[in-house]
């Protein structure tokens, strides 16, 4: 299987199938039994969306990212600011991510994958929690990033939204 930038692949199958597990080996976090994985790219710059939030419930979604921002000290507090506009959300916002709704919870991890404009994103189940709106909001952002070139891969069962924001679909 081969995703070039600017392509958005869906995985779809049904639970179980292993589309979390494919999308945890091309991130490097689960080692692969057999094949590998090769990026053209030695500085690929990886984004993921995983299939549940892992945020720190007591801070506000502005921290959570600058918390993780800090750990690769790559962007600052403007990127982050316009990261989180991007995704719907308001950096202003002192509210603490525990009592966001599902739907902010998937945005803010949304704003995470791509805040150091990453050249893959990888999305388990990216509509997850999300409304009518945030859905055509999260297409529009998908077909944003893979005009700059970024390579998207979806994982998801959810065949309708698949066909509407795929390339390709890898079953």
């Known amino acids: 299987l081969k995703l070039s930038g600017g392509e958005i692949l869906g995985l779809i199958g049904p639970n179980g199938a292993g ?6 080996i091309i ?11 090769h990026f053209t790219e030695r500085e690929a710059g990886i984004g993921i969306l995983p299939e549940s939030p892992a945020l720190l419930p007591g801070l506000s979604g502005f921290r959570n990212l ?4 800090s750990l ?3 962007i600052g507090k403007q990127e982050i600011r316009e990261t989180m506009e991007t995704v719907g959300l308001d950096p202003a916002n002192r509210k603490a991510v525990g009592s ?16 150091e404009k990453p050249k893959l994103l990888l999305l388990d189940e990216p509509t997850n929690g999300l409304d009518p709106l945030g859905i055509i909001d999260l297409r529009q952002l ?7 070139g970024v390579g998207i891969i979806i994982a998801s069962h959810l065949l309708h939204e698949i066909e ?3 390339n390709r679909v890898a079953i």
Request: aromatic share 4%; proline share 0%; with cysteine.
């Open 19 to 24: 589309k979390t597990t494919l999308l945890k």
């Open 27 to 37: 991130s490097g976090t689960v080692i692969a039994t057999a094949g590998s994985v």
């Open 66 to 69: 600058q918390l993780l921002a």
């Open 72 to 74: 690769q000290n790559k």
């Open 100 to 115: 966001y709704s599902l739907g902010m919870k998937q945005r803010l991890m949304l704003a995470q994958a791509i805040m």
């Open 142 to 148: 998908l077909y944003s990033l893979a005009d700059q």
């Open 164 to 166: 509407l924001m795929c």
